[in-house]
């Protein structure tokens, strides 16, 4: 299944996360706000979050682009 973590701010200035489903339903979410921002993610990683980094591309351009 395909989920989308969503890390925010409530009215209240807490941190709070969402997992949410790839249709944008919410699947779950935090039952607390959180002070801190790495509180907050420390509490979605034990619920099943894992940071993944964005891919960089590694095609390369072709030679007509290159020189440019």
């Given at each position: 299944?395909?989920l989308?973590?969503?890390?925010y701010?409530?009215?209240?200035?807490?941190?709070?996360?969402?997992?949410?489903?790839?249709?944008?339903?919410?699947?779950?979410?935090?039952?607390n706000?959180?002070?801190e921002?790495?509180?907050?993610?420390?509490?979605a990683?034990?619920?099943?979050?894992?940071?993944?980094p964005s891919q960089?591309?590694?095609?390369?351009?072709p030679?007509s682009?290159?020189?440019?």
């Open positions: 299944m395909n989308i973590w969503r890390f701010v409530d009215p209240n200035h807490r941190w709070r996360w969402q997992c949410l489903k790839f249709d944008r339903t919410v699947a779950t979410e935090s039952a706000g959180y002070q921002y790495e509180q907050c993610v420390a509490d990683k034990r619920k099943g979050y894992v940071y993944l960089v591309s590694t095609r390369v351009q030679r682009a290159r020189s440019r």
